[in-house]
């Protein structure tokens, strides 16, 4: 498979699946029972990423200098508004790919910076 269709494959499921959540995700402001299950997926989501983050930690001899529930919400947050801009930025024709691994590169730089207290 040629790397051009792997991309845009790629592509096509992030587009997919981050316009379908985003779009679960307004549907639960206004639905109290959708609202309870995103809360729940949320919090799993973040349990999940704080997890990983003290696991990373422990592997490598690391002592957070900030608790990892309260860095994993920042870093969600941080990916949700680089994929909300990359998915706005592709609809009006662009091709933001280039511009949004930088920021990616920042975004993962500064959770860094808050983990290690530095």
Not at 21 to 29: H, N
Not at 72 to 88: E, T
Request: aromatic share 4%.
């Amino acid at each position: 498979m040629k790397i051009a269709s792997v991309q845009k494959d790629l592509d096509w499921v992030v587009a997919v699946d981050s316009t379908l959540c985003q779009e679960f995700t307004a549907l639960a402001l206004r639905d109290p029972e959708l609202r309870e299950i995103m809360c729940e997926l949320q919090y799993d989501v973040e349990r999940t990423a704080a997890d990983i983050l003290r696991s990373l930690a422990s592997q490598h001899g690391i002592e957070l200098a900030v608790p990892a529930e309260q860095v994993a919400p920042l870093f969600l947050a941080g990916v949700d508004g680089l994929m909300a801009r990359y998915l706005v930025l592709r609809q009006d024709g662009q091709n933001p790919g280039q511009e949004t691994l930088p920021l990616l590169d920042a975004l993962v730089n500064g959770v860094l910076t808050i983990c290690l207290g530095s």
